[in-house]
């Protein structure tokens, strides 16, 4: 019997400051546009750190919450409940 090594760092997702980096990048981008539209600083540091502190809290929930996110409303029957439509099965007399 073989045994194949596997390296923790390939199933680990890509973090900075333990958000995803699309979020992180999200947060800093949505940041940087609160600056320029308010010319305020600490509103922009009080967006940042909003959105941080949810990105942080969605990447411990599921590190791939973004993926399924972004799925859901292209494949919104096998995600919402609501609009389950059961499949129909026919039964033949062989077996």
Do not use: H
Request: some cysteine.
């Amino acid at each position: 019997m073989r045994t194949n090594p596997v390296f923790r760092s390939l199933n680990r997702p890509l973090t900075i400051l333990g958000v995803e980096r699309k979020l992180f990048f999200f947060a800093l981008i949505v940041a940087a546009c609160v600056f320029n539209l308010f010319s305020s600083l600490a509103g922009a540091a009080c967006m940042f750190f909003t959105l941080y502190f949810f990105a942080r809290w969605a990447t411990r929930t599921d590190p791939e919450i973004l993926r399924f996110l972004l799925n859901s409303t292209r494949i919104r029957t096998q995600y919402d409940p609501m609009k389950f439509e059961p499949v129909s099965v026919r039964r033949t007399g062989r077996v």
